[in-house]
């Protein structure tokens, strides 16, 4: 006799639908591309805030989970509550799949932010930069340029200092507008001297020939001038934002000597991402595991990271390399992006979709 098959019911292929969504979903996102919104100003003029784009897991190899417990399609919580979205209780091994190509210089790349250690490395939030500086390549930055092996690096076509705009007047959002300068990048001076104005050279030339402006100036810090903010240790180094280096970038097999500067300059990165149990400096020396180290080779390539917005970027020269376990991808193209200064079909900026990621 022919067993007649049950007919699923409508909220039975429902379910099933959902899940066979979630799983593709799930699976795209971790081995094809993952969607990336532009949060903050650090890459504009290159990237906008409010500009939606994929992130490609395929170029530079897809990342295996390290934390498998996990709710599919969340980050670090779960939807709408504080609840973490995931469970430690299995770390796995770090392991990348081949990828079509490596990081080059200029690429502009989504990674883990090395600094927050309160989540598992492929769960800490993901930041947007330019990679300056690959393994290997010796950087220095002076006077706002960067220069990678002694020659002056690639400037990104738009890229944003701040400036100080002095005028007597009261400018309106209408007149920056005019000059490409949104309303999140401007600032009036308490005493009504002027502005502190994010802009491109272009921009601020053309702001300077406005006979409503007396002076523009773009900020710039003293070369003597000592940043404790700045990494590793710009009161030590006499570094800054716009001054620092010579710094040379940790590659895989590299080895050097623990003097006193390469202790200053490597032992944080050594401590926090080399995968050693006791990392400790005295006096000026570096100890692992209660030894005393003389010389040291890492484990992992390492990336130098900053903003195209040069004055409003937390990068690599506030909290220091990238480790190279800490890459999740390259952006690859924009599929969407909207203005929040404006409203209704104004939002949408037409002319940036599908844009590829230079």
């Known amino acids: 006799m022919t067993q007649v098959k049950k007919k699923k019911s409508a909220a039975r292929e429902w379910a099933d639908a959902l899940v066979f969504a979630v799983i593709a979903a799930s699976l795209i996102r971790w081995l094809l591309l993952e969607p990336f919104t532009i949060p ?182 003293r070369s003597d001038f000592g940043d404790p903010r700045v990494f590793p240790d710009g009161a030590y180094f006499g570094w800054n934002k716009d001054n620092m280096g010579p710094l040379t970038i940790p590659a895989k097999g590299w080895t050097i000597t623990m003097d006193t500067d390469n202790v200053a300059k490597y032992s944080y990165t050594i401590e926090h991402f080399e995968g050693h149990d006791k990392v400790e400096v005295k006096d000026n020396e570096l100890y692992i595991d209660d030894q005393k180290v003389e010389e040291y080779t890492f484990r992992q390539d390492y990336y130098f990271m900053m903003g195209d917005n040069r004055h409003d970027s937390l990068d690599s020269r506030y909290w220091g390399f990238v480790p190279e376990d800490h890459i999740v991808g390259k952006a690859w193209f924009l599929w969407l992006s909207l203005d929040k200064h404006k409203s209704m079909f104004s939002k949408i900026r037409w002319s940036r979709f599908f844009n590829g990621i230079n």
């Open 40 to 221: 903050t100003a650090s890459m504009e003029k290159s990237l906008l805030v409010g500009d939606f784009l994929f992130v490609s897991k395929m170029h530079y190899g897809t990342r295996f989970p390290r934390t498998p417990l996990q709710v599919p399609l969340t980050h670090q919580k779960i939807w709408g509550t504080n609840a973490n979205s995931y469970l430690d209780w299995i770390e796995l091994p770090y392991y990348r799949l081949p990828g079509f190509t490596s990081v080059k210089r200029n690429d502009v790349v989504v990674f883990n932010y090395p600094s927050e250690f309160e989540y598992p490395v492929d769960l800490k939030t993901n930041y947007i930069k330019r990679a300056v500086a690959i393994p290997g390549d010796v950087l220095e930055i002076k006077k706002t340029q960067v220069y990678v092996n002694g020659e002056v690096g690639s400037n990104p076509e738009e890229m944003q200092f701040s400036y100080d705009v002095m005028t007597d007047r009261n400018l309106s959002p209408d007149f920056f507008d005019d000059y490409g300068v949104n309303m999140d990048s401007y600032m009036p001076f308490s005493n009504g001297s002027g502005y502190m104005v994010m802009a491109t050279a272009e921009s601020a030339e053309q702001i300077q020939k406005s006979p409503a402006v007396g002076s523009v100036t773009m900020r710039v810090d």
